[in-house]
């Protein structure tokens, strides 16, 4: 900016200040006040900080701040102005602007300020200028507590944050390219730091009891002082360091030496002896070139492997959106003389100020008295001094503050935090990265200094360090740190150093805690499971309840003079009161209901005149179907007609902008409570090691030793190592089978340089070793090349593409794909009902789609993904009481009438929906039998079966095989279906069904497609049959489908036929969610049900017939509390004994894992045998799959909602 723009107030104030003659400062008269006002300009500047620009560019700090703080040290007043001018002036470009500016203009703004901050580095980089800030500030450290003013306070701390701002600016790239060894800025700055003393006060500050409020303040500096060293380098600095310097340098430069030797070798076996004007021309005979033809090689043979078919094409940009994660600057080796004196400083703080410090810094940042995001100086003060101390003669007493549990806790949490926020605040997803980055380091340095503690020769030491590695070792968040970040590492927020960390302290933790395992026979280590239970969302739980019978009662008798009143016209009824809105979106369906809602509110809310306007403005609007009375009510009839709204159980529903999500329209919104199980089990660590045999941790190996020529031979001997333990430990050699992972191989046998990299060319041939001996056998193996495997996949290309069971692997919950032809049909249906007014478009399809059968869900995702429609919101689900019709007097004769007829029959409520004129669902016609109190309970209404105690006739067994049509007969609505389910009586219970029952049924079934189900039906039978064998003691059991394909069976009126001629019963009330095995079957008659229902066909290869049931383990139950099965919440039936040998176990939970391992367990190759601690383990280690999961939470939900 030019001196000559700038403004013309502030280049007036800048010359009162006054002038330099040589050497010599001369202040103004008015110097005092100049400086007043500057500081009073930038506090008004704009968004661009055009007075911080203008003051910059006239050098203001170099030619008039500076010499007047260091020629008039004595005039108090001026000097506390001129640092605070100066700490503002000063203060990061990051502060002034909030963030690096994204757009081009405001990030010149930007990069001006910070070449200005820069400058005044520079300047500061004098030893008399901290000369004059050392000895001010070791005057007011001098002064007492009694004797410290205000002012001395905050002149303290001024002077602080001014050496925090200097040494906080960047180095400038373009001005400092020297080499290490060279002094830089930075360098300079902290020689005069230290020739002035202010590192010895810096020092006293963090140990002085007096002092602690400067704690963050000093930590904070003292960090920056170190920002550009290396821990390991400095405590090496000193002992023979110059030698290994040289000796390291030289190894660097002879493996330059061997790889250019290497090349120049292979560009001279590649010319030809003979100079040739004419190179030819070649054709390479199957590499087809764009046409039909061969490529034709116009270069030299020489030249022919190099040959690729992108040559000359130009390279395609990467995205912004896509490019990796910048690197965070490489530490340099500073000037020696620079480094020994840090080096000196980080001993004299370890042994005096750093416990004290670190105490004081964690108090303040647990009580939240520390500004946010200081934690992550404490971070890097951990990971820098513990590594130091490390590295320099270890003393675990100098670094006890930051070494136990406690420390441990504190990491993982701020890593935790780092980890959750960079997933949610995506546009700052990298620096939440950052930090993430300085938690990691630190947790790594813990985890060293552990180690390192093992090998000290004090047992006391060796005995803390046993203590802090059972504490962690137990616990299960800090064994699943190292998956999460993995699984959720992105290359492009975060950088390749932070991959680099993160695989060396994986390869750590593993390498302590297999070491730990080694020596104990059973390690107990504790589990957590989170059980999610779905609640209602917040506005429906902070709904008022509807008030009781008694209340409306009370309510009637107040509000009836009122309507008389004004249907005798001696109250004027309003006239502004509409029920219908033309303009609006929602449906006129709706809009009825809400009209009876509005009704129903005036009502209750002794608006009585609102209310009789709003009913007949109603009645003329929806004429149809009477719901508002007919046209010629009279007042008699509108007075009953409001009493019957006023008592009316009308649904109250959310708007339809809440209640309909964008896929899914089935249900309300609703939001999850977690509940967390906390458990112990036995640990196995080759169990534990399973969790990383995924692609997510493969994929990011790979991805760091794409830079195995840069990398440390740590870093590459870690990384090795971690594929080593995948595939040799596991036997998982097909999980590296990747065609990327295969591209570095070969990069890395052809480098001249493989010498240097023996662990990686080991395992690059021992990996192409057992792949080409797979690919003799599997002739796919070259195209699985192609795709990250997971541990199914890996079993199915070894052991054979048939091997998994039905329902593992990755497709154990996918819907069966749709044909064309069903594609074709779906369409017919869709146009044939589209048009249809007052039908359920979803509905109709579903109920003419063939077997098998489509659910809802479905039949709409298919229609988008077909262009039929734009979403699922296209089709909402009619909602209860759009359809709501009030009962009139005749119909309350009717039913009552009705009632009396057939109360003595053997179905009372079909008989009576049979006969009814109007069409109402069961649910309607028990609340109305109910409210006229024609019944006590639901109960007199169940269906009355015949009794027989020795099983029943042919009669009875085929009359149960019809199931009930009513409801679909009277309603085509699926939710009254389930109503009519429902309330359906129970099945007797001593029931015992026929030999061979079912069989032509489950034959038809299985032709169907309906196999999958019936083979778990079939199971169930089986393995309840030997539960009850086992246990002696029978107790109902709920079939629980936790399959989508199972799931939709249980809806097939035909399955539940089934289910009936089998003995099974049905949910006998509201409280039950799921049918049920009976207690009255004994084991002999449900392997006579299974065997009925088994497909007499040839099974195919790898079905559950042919396979052995995993190994169970009994468990001791709880003599006091039998045991519940899933989805049960109470229980009629008493425990039947079974006769058969009784051994102890949990029937239930024993049931329901071993059909989690038939349904679908984890993918990975199957154990052997292991005992009952070690499958708890199992269950707890591996990850469940993402199906199960939702199947579980949608068991859990049926449940949470009954």
């Known amino acids: 900016m030019d001196l000559y723009m700038m403004n013309c107030e502030l280049l007036a104030t800048c010359s009162a200040l006054g002038y330099l003659e040589g050497d010599v400062y001369h202040r103004e008269p008015d110097c005092l006040e100049s400086v007043k006002d500057l500081i009073r300009y930038l506090r008004h500047e704009d968004e661009t900080r055009d007075v911080r620009q203008q003051l910059g560019a006239a050098q203001i700090l170099q030619n008039d701040l500076l010499p007047i703080l260091v020629q008039h040290p004595q005039d108090k007043v001026l000097f506390d102005a001129v640092v605070r001018l100066m700490v503002n002036l000063t203060q990061p470009a990051l502060l002034c602007f909030g963030k690096v500016p994204p757009d081009a203009t405001s990030r010149h703004h930007f990069l001006q300020v910070l070449s200005y901050l820069q400058a005044y580095k520079e300047a500061f980089a004098s030893?008399?200028?901290?000369?004059?800030?050392?000895?001010?500030?070791?005057?007011?450290?001098?002064?007492?507590?009694?004797?410290?003013?205000?002012?001395?306070?905050?002149?303290?701390?001024?002077?602080?944050?001014?050496?925090?701002?200097?040494?906080?600016?960047?180095?400038?790239?373009?001005?400092?390219?020297?080499?290490?060894?060279?002094?830089?800025?930075?360098?300079?700055?902290?020689?005069?730091?230290?020739?002035?003393?202010?590192?010895?006060?810096?020092?006293?500050?963090?140990?002085?009891?007096?002092?602690?409020?400067?704690?963050?303040?000093?930590?904070?500096?003292?960090?920056?002082?170190?920002?550009?060293?290396?821990?390991?380098?400095?405590?090496?600095?000193?002992?023979?360091?110059?030698?290994?310097?040289?000796?390291?340098?030289?190894?660097?430069?002879?493996?330059?030496?061997?790889?250019?030797?290497?090349?120049?070798?292979?560009?001279?076996?590649?010319?030809?002896?003979?100079?040739?004007?004419?190179?030819?021309?070649?054709?390479?005979?199957?590499?087809?070139?764009?046409?039909?033809?061969?490529?034709?090689?116009?270069?030299?043979?020489?030249?022919?492997?190099?040959?690729?078919?992108?040559?000359?094409?130009?390279?395609?940009?990467?995205?912004?959106?896509?490019?990796?994660?910048?690197?965070?600057?490489?530490?340099?080796?500073?000037?020696?003389?620079?480094?020994?004196?840090?080096?000196?400083?980080?001993?004299?703080?370890?042994?005096?100020?750093?416990?004290?410090?670190?105490?004081?810094?964690?108090?303040?940042?647990?009580?939240?008295?520390?500004?946010?995001?200081?934690?992550?100086?404490?971070?890097?003060?951990?990971?820098?001094?513990?590594?130091?101390?490390?590295?320099?003669?270890?003393?675990?007493?100098?670094?006890?503050?930051?070494?136990?549990?406690?420390?441990?806790?504190?990491?993982?949490?701020?890593?935790?935090?780092?980890?959750?926020?960079?997933?949610?605040?995506?546009?700052?997803?990298?620096?939440?990265?950052?930090?993430?980055?300085?938690?990691?380091?630190?947790?790594?340095?813990?985890?060293?200094?552990?180690?390192?503690?093992?090998?000290?020769?004090?047992?006391?030491?060796?005995?803390?360090?046993?203590?802090?590695?059972?504490?962690?070792?137990?616990?299960?968040?800090?064994?699943?740190?190292?998956?999460?970040?993995?699984?959720?590492?992105?290359?492009?927020?975060?950088?390749?150093?932070?991959?680099?960390?993160?695989?060396?302290?994986?390869?750590?933790?593993?390498?302590?805690?297999?070491?730990?395992?080694?020596g104990r026979a059973g390690l107990v280590v504790q589990s957590k499971r989170v059980r999610r239970r779905k609640k209602p969302r917040a506005p429906a739980a902070l709904a008022p309840q509807p008030p009781s019978a008694a209340e409306l009662e009370e309510l009637w008798a107040g509000l009836a003079p009122q309507v008389q009143a004004c249907l005798q016209g001696e109250v004027p009824l309003p006239e502004d009161v509409v029920p219908f809105d033309a303009a609006s979106e929602t449906p006129v369906e709706e809009q009825r209901a809400e009209a009876l809602l509005r009704i129903q509110g005036c009502l209750r809310d002794a608006r009585a005149p609102q209310a009789l306007r709003l009913l007949r403005s109603a009645r003329d609007v929806w004429p149809e179907g009477d719901v508002f009375g007919p046209p010629d009510a009279g007042p008699p009839e509108e007075t009953q007609l409001l009493r019957e709204i006023l008592f009316a159980p009308l649904p109250r529903h959310v708007p339809p902008e809440d209640e309909a999500p964008e896929e899914e329209e089935e249900e309300d919104e609703e939001e999850e409570e977690e509940t967390v199980q906390v458990s112990e089990k036995e640990f196995n660590f080759l169990d534990y090691l399973k969790r990383f045999a995924c692609a997510p941790v493969v994929r990011a190996l790979v991805l760091l030793l794409r830079g195995y020529a840069r990398?440390?031979?740590?870093?590459?001997?870690?990384?090795?190592?971690?594929?080593?333990?995948?595939?040799?430990?596991?036997?998982?050699?097909?999980?590296?089978?990747?065609?990327?992972?295969?591209?570095?191989?070969?990069?890395?046998?052809?480098?001249?340089?493989?010498?240097?990299?023996?662990?990686?060319?080991?395992?690059?041939?021992?990996?192409?070793?057992?792949?080409?001996?797979?690919?003799?056998?599997?002739?796919?193996?070259?195209?699985e090349l192609l795709f990250w495997k997971s541990p199914a996949a890996v079993r199915e290309m070894t052991e054979g593409y048939g091997s998994l069971r039905e329902g593992e692997g990755a497709g154990r919950s996918r819907v069966p794909p749709w044909t064309p032809q069903e594609e074709q049909e779906l369409r017919e249906l869709y146009w044939k009902y589209k048009e249809v007014e007052g039908e359920d478009v979803i509905a109709a399809i579903v109920a003419h789609l063939p077997a098998p059968g489509r659910t809802r869900r479905q039949v709409v995702k298919q229609l988008v993904r077909l262009g039929l429609a734009s979403s699922a919101k296209d089709f909402p689900r009619e909602r209860k009481g759009t359809r709501l019709v009030l009962w009139t007097q005749e119909q309350e004769e009717e039913l009552a009438r009705l009632f009396e007829e057939f109360q003595g029959s053997e179905d009372v409520l079909g008989n009576i929906m049979k006969h009814l004129t109007a069409r109402r669902s069961r649910a309607r016609v028990v609340e109305k039998l109910l409210g006229l109190g024609l019944v006590s309970e639901r109960k007199e209404l169940y269906k009355k079966r015949r009794r027989k105690s020795h099983g029943p006739g042919p009669g009875?067994?085929?009359?149960?095989?019809?199931?009930?049509?009513?409801?679909?007969?009277?309603?085509?609505?699926?939710?009254?279906?389930?109503?009519?389910?429902?309330?359906?009586?129970?099945?007797?219970?001593?029931?015992?069904?026929?030999?061979?029952?079912?069989?032509?049924?489950?034959?038809?079934?299985?032709?169907?497609?309906?196999?999958?189900?019936?083979?778990?039906?079939?199971?169930?039978?089986?393995?309840?049959?030997?539960?009850?064998?086992?246990?002696?003691?029978?107790?109902?059991?709920?079939?629980?489908?936790?399959?989508?394909?199972?799931?939709?069976?249980?809806?097939?009126?035909?399955?539940?036929?089934?289910?009936?001629?089998?003995?099974?019963?049905?949910?006998?009330?509201?409280?039950?969610?799921?049918?049920?095995?009976?207690?009255?079957?004994?084991?002999?008659?449900?392997?006579?049900?299974?065997?009925?229902?088994?497909?007499?066909?040839?099974?195919?290869?790898?079905?559950?017939?042919?396979?052995?049931?995993?190994?169970?383990?009994?468990?001791?139950?709880?003599?006091?509390?039998?045991?519940?099965?899933?989805?049960?919440?109470?229980?009629?039936?008493?425990?039947?004994?079974?006769?058969?040998?009784?051994?102890?176990?949990?029937?239930?939970?024993?049931?329901?894992?071993?059909?989690?391992?038939?349904?679908?367990?984890?993918?990975?190759?199957?154990d052997p045998p292991a005992p009952c601690s070690q499958e708890d383990e199992d269950e707890d280690e591996d990850p469940q799959p993402l199906g199960r999961r939702k199947r579980v939470r949608r068991v859990e939900d049926e449940e949470e909602e009954d």
Request: glycine share 6%; aromatic share 8%; with cysteine.
């Open 127 to 518: 030893e008399k200028v901290f000369g004059v800030l050392s000895e001010k500030l070791y005057d007011l450290l001098q002064l007492d507590w009694e004797q410290r003013q205000e002012e001395d306070t905050l002149l303290i701390e001024r002077i602080l944050l001014l050496v925090r701002n200097v040494l906080h600016v960047p180095p400038d790239p373009t001005e400092e390219q020297s080499v290490d060894g060279d002094a830089s800025v930075h360098d300079r700055v902290l020689w005069a730091l230290h020739i002035s003393g202010m590192d010895d006060l810096l020092k006293f500050l963090a140990s002085a009891q007096a002092e602690q409020q400067w704690a963050l303040h000093v930590l904070e500096i003292i960090s920056l002082m170190f920002r550009d060293q290396s821990p390991e380098e400095l405590a090496a600095l000193g002992q023979g360091q110059a030698a290994a310097e040289h000796g390291e340098d030289t190894r660097e430069l002879e493996t330059l030496r061997q790889r250019e030797l290497a090349e120049r070798r292979a560009r001279a076996l590649q010319r030809p002896s003979r100079h040739s004007r004419f190179g030819g021309s070649y054709v390479l005979q199957g590499l087809k070139a764009i046409g039909d033809r061969d490529v034709v090689f116009h270069k030299g043979l020489h030249n022919l492997k190099s040959y690729s078919h992108d040559l000359g094409k130009e390279t395609r940009r990467v995205p912004r959106r896509r490019q990796a994660a910048p690197e965070a600057e490489p530490p340099r080796r500073s000037a020696r003389n620079v480094r020994l004196f840090l080096r000196h400083f980080c001993q004299d703080f370890l042994e005096g100020c750093y416990n004290r410090l670190m105490l004081l810094v964690k108090d303040q940042l647990v009580r939240e008295k520390a500004q946010q995001h200081d934690e992550t100086y404490y971070l890097w003060a951990t990971a820098f001094f513990m590594a130091f101390n490390r590295r320099r003669g270890f003393r675990p007493e100098l670094v006890s503050e930051t070494v136990g549990v406690r420390a441990f806790h504190f990491i993982e949490q701020n890593l935790t935090t780092y980890y959750e926020m960079a997933l949610m605040d995506k546009k700052e997803a990298a620096t939440w990265a950052r930090r993430m980055h300085l938690a990691l380091k630190a947790y790594q340095e813990l985890l060293r200094t552990v180690q390192e503690m093992d090998r000290s020769p004090e047992q006391a030491v060796r005995d803390s360090s046993q203590v802090i590695k059972s504490n962690i070792f137990y616990l299960m968040e800090y064994r699943e740190l190292f998956l999460a970040l993995f699984r959720k590492f992105d290359e492009t927020k975060q950088p390749r150093s932070f991959l680099r960390d993160l695989v060396e302290t994986a390869h750590l933790f593993l390498r302590m805690l297999e070491r730990f395992c080694r």
């Open 711 to 783: 990398n440390s031979p740590r870093t590459n001997h870690c990384a090795a190592r971690l594929l080593h333990r995948l595939a040799r430990d596991l036997r998982m050699e097909a999980l590296l089978f990747q065609l990327s992972l295969f591209a570095l191989f070969h990069r890395l046998l052809s480098d001249p340089a493989a010498g240097a990299h023996q662990e990686l060319v080991a395992l690059a041939k021992f990996v192409l070793g057992k792949f080409f001996a797979l690919a003799a056998t599997n002739k796919k193996a070259f195209v």
């Open 956 to 1166: 009875v067994a085929g009359a149960s095989t019809v199931p009930a049509q009513d409801s679909s007969a009277e309603d085509g609505d699926s939710e009254e279906e389930e109503e009519d389910e429902a309330e359906e009586g129970p099945m007797e219970e001593h029931w015992v069904p026929e030999e061979g029952a079912g069989q032509g049924l489950a034959h038809h079934l299985h032709q169907e497609g309906l196999a999958g189900p019936l083979r778990w039906l079939e199971n169930c039978l089986r393995r309840t049959a030997g539960d009850r064998e086992e246990d002696g003691v029978s107790h109902p059991v709920p079939l629980v489908p936790l399959s989508e394909e199972n799931e939709d069976a249980m809806e097939d009126r035909r399955f539940r036929a089934l289910l009936r001629q089998l003995g099974l019963r049905p949910p006998a009330s509201e409280q039950e969610s799921f049918w049920r095995i009976p207690a009255a079957l004994t084991p002999q008659q449900l392997r006579r049900a299974a065997a009925s229902i088994a497909h007499r066909g040839p099974d195919p290869p790898g079905s559950p017939q042919e396979l052995l049931e995993p190994p169970r383990c009994p468990r001791d139950p709880d003599p006091e509390r039998p045991p519940a099965g899933l989805g049960s919440d109470s229980e009629s039936e008493e425990p039947v004994p079974v006769p058969g040998a009784a051994q102890p176990g949990t029937k239930r939970r024993r049931e329901l894992d071993s059909e989690d391992e038939d349904n679908g367990g984890s993918g990975a190759e199957p």
